[in-house]
């Protein structure tokens, strides 16, 4: 102890003392005062224990960058030990894109004796990578002389994320605060001009190489390309193409018609079917496209494109419902302004057959409901078998239909008629200063314009009914529900007849696109009622079996010509195309009442005995008595008559063939009693 009282530590060294002959004769001590360094070892030790503790890496190196100490924190977040790391550099964390440029401005900085703050992407052990900040200070000795480097990292992955993301958010709300701002008030005069520079803005905010709008013209099957904004180098595609037929890019169509944003991140890797738009894209560079579809009014009125280089950017979840917001702006201003040309063809026009729609008409009619008018007369108009349509050949033969029922209406009125589309499918037609009777002959005619297309794919049917205005006192509504009322009456007389008249016509277009002849049809005929006569079926189930010899193919009408008449193998898409006409025809038999006793055989007829038929796999007599019996038939008249896929083989090898496949294929007891047949035939 001290003369102040405080402890002081001494380090004593015993020397012995020898006499003349080299004994020991004593010992000489000798005290150090090392207070100071046991101090100082106190000292290294607390703060050893305290780096080894903390929370942030903390790694030591010499003056050769060769790690020398690391503390737990550093093994947690890179994943070694001291004794892998020892003598090595950080070098080998280091993953950064342009590392070699940041290595040497932070080794020229450090070794000058500056502290060195900086960020890398750095590689744990286990292979994953991590944003890292770090601190690299120069330690020096009292002369001043670097002879160690301290480095405190930390893993700042989510806070960057987090900080990315605010600022995302916050370039978004300025952006979206500008556009708003900018489409606010559009006119005439300046709408084109505003609208590219709103794509200019949204273009800019996320980086895309162009931004564009394609407006629809559905009565002319067009996509207009209206605005576009190009960035530096990249060239307008604007006056190349101008307009682009929409049945040439039916993939796109589709899918915009179904409010789908389409997000093609590589060109390369289009689906098959939409061999046309990957073919348009890489004719003119692009290499991944986001189109947002633009609805008004429930009608699609056009599209919103953004292409861009996949290297650069990648449109997330988030960021699409963000550009979504952007473009919403945009088609709120073009929706606003409808008292522009385009806008107002719109509002008053239905985009898919060009007449008027029920707006417009329902304006027209309390204008011109006046006594200057009349009389007035109103013909209604109902397009029969439109389901049956929709149902059998799918929305785009009925679009058809409803457009070449338009196009056969205007032909037959006269230019001063307002004829609108008033309904899905129904129209009606104004027609002022008219009597009741010169509205009876335009009802005469327009039924004569029908009957020319019986032997159509598609039958234009139309119910009509008329009545007429003729006084002041008469409420116009009133007289309008009376025409709505009797055609609904002659809709009802002409319902069952004008389905059979449809299917007839789908019957005659699949004779025209396949195999499917009158003559196979007959000899099925003939052979159904032989078959029958030997099973003794009743008047009735013979007659059932006569419609389904004419009708059980029926579903093929919704087949590609070129698949029903491939002289090769079919492929694996092309059979699943093949295997779905069974639904389908039974959905065309299930719409009129004089098929539908026929329907479910019509679904059963390529089923097999075993169960390993299409399309359910039904199997035995889960199958349909009569389907059993055609599927016999059809098969025997398909092998002993040439097809595009088959040569005819001889009766004999046919009844062969149907014995071989009695009890996988056939049903056993009908196989063998057609085999009877044919033999007693012969």
Not at 245 to 251: E, V
Not at 341 to 352: A, H, M
Not at 497 to 504: D, L, R, W
């Amino acid at each position: 102890m001290s003369e102040n009282g405080k402890n002081i530590w001494h380090e004593w060294t015993d020397y012995p003392i020898y006499d003349e002959e080299g004994n020991i004769k004593g010992f000489q001590s000798m005290g150090l005062d090392i207070t100071e360094r046991k101090e100082q070892e106190k000292e290294i030790t607390f703060l050893a224990n305290a780096m080894k503790n903390v929370s942030d890496s903390v790694m030591l190196t010499d003056d050769e960058f060769k790690i020398k100490y690391i503390n737990q924190a550093t093994e947690k977040l890179f994943g070694y030990n001291l004794d892998e790391l020892k003598n090595k550099t950080p070098d080998i964390f280091n993953v950064e894109p342009s590392a070699d440029k940041i290595q040497q401005e932070l080794y020229d900085k450090i070794s000058a004796g500056e502290t060195y703050n900086g960020e890398y992407l750095n590689k744990r052990k286990d292979g994953s990578t991590f944003v890292c900040e770090f601190k690299i200070t120069p330690i020096k000795n009292n002369q001043g002389e670097i002879y160690a480097y301290s480095g405190i990292q930390r893993d700042i992955t989510e806070k960057k994320k987090q900080r990315k993301k605010l600022n995302f958010q916050l370039q978004f709300q300025k952006t979206l605060a500008e556009i708003s701002r900018l489409l606010f008030e559009v006119n005439s005069a300046n709408i084109d001009r505003k609208l590219n520079k709103a794509l200019k803005k949204i273009a800019k905010f996320f980086n895309v190489d162009r931004s564009f709008i394609f407006q629809l013209s559905q009565t002319e099957k067009l996509m207009y390309y209206s605005h576009d904004w190009c960035a530096e180098n990249i060239k307008s595609i604007k006056d190349d193409i101008k307009s682009m037929p929409l049945d040439n890019y039916s993939w796109w169509t589709k899918k915009l018609s179904n409010d789908e944003i389409i997000n093609i991140k590589d060109v390369s890797e289009l689906p098959a079917d939409a061999k046309a738009e990957k073919g348009f894209l890489k004719t003119y560079g692009i290499d991944s496209l986001i189109v947002i579809p633009m609805f008004i009014d429930n009608n699609l009125f056009g599209c919103f494109g953004f292409d861009y280089k996949v290297e650069m950017i990648k449109f997330s979840k988030e960021n699409i419902r963000s550009l979504k917001i952007f473009t919403d702006v945009i088609k709120n201003a073009f929706a606003k302004h409808l008292n522009n040309q385009r806008i107002i063809e719109l509002s008053f026009n239905d985009s898919l057959t060009g007449l008027y729609n029920r707006r417009f008409f329902e304006a027209e009619l309390e204008r011109l409901d006046t006594k200057r008018q009349l009389p007035i007369s109103f013909i209604m108009a109902d397009i029969n078998g439109l389901k049956l349509i929709n149902d059998s050949l799918g929305h785009e033969k009925g679009d058809q239909l409803l457009i070449k029922s338009a196009e056969l209406l205007k032909e037959e009125t006269r230019d001063e008629d307002i004829i609108a589309r008033y309904g899905g499918d129904e129209f009606v037609i104004l027609l002022t200063k008219t009597k009741n009777e010169i509205a009876q002959k335009i009802i005469d005619r327009i039924k004569a314009k029908t009957k020319e297309t019986a032997d159509d794919e598609l039958t234009v049917s139309i119910a009509l009914g008329t009545a007429s205005k003729t006084k002041s006192s008469q409420n116009i509504n009133s007289v309008l529900k009376k025409a709505d009322d009797n055609m609904y009456q002659n809709k009802l007389l002409e319902s069952r007849s004008t389905k059979s008249k449809i299917v007839k016509g789908l019957l005659n277009s699949l004779e025209v696109k396949s195999n499917e002849t009158k003559e196979h049809t007959l000899r099925m005929k003939e052979l159904a009622a032989k078959f029958a006569k030997r099973l003794g079926l009743s008047n009735l189930k013979l007659n059932r079996l006569s419609l389904l010899a004419s009708l059980h193919d029926i579903g093929k009408i919704t087949i590609d010509k070129e698949i029903l008449n491939k002289a090769d193998s079919l492929t694996n898409k092309e059979w699943e195309i093949m295997q779905s006409h069974p639904e389908t025809g039974y959905k065309i038999a299930s719409s009129s009442k004089e098929f539908f006793v026929i329907a479910e055989e019509i679904y059963a007829h390529h089923e097999r005995w075993d169960g390993s038929g299409y399309p359910r796999g039904l199997k035995r007599k889960e199958i349909p008595y009569l389907a059993r019996i055609i599927s016999i038939i059809d098969a025997y008249d398909v092998m002993t008559n040439e097809r595009p896929y088959s040569k005819a083989i001889t009766k004999e090898k046919a009844l062969a063939e149907i014995k071989k496949c009695a009890g996988s294929q056939f049903d056993p007891e009908l196989a063998e009693e057609f085999t009877l047949m044919m033999q007693n035939n012969s």
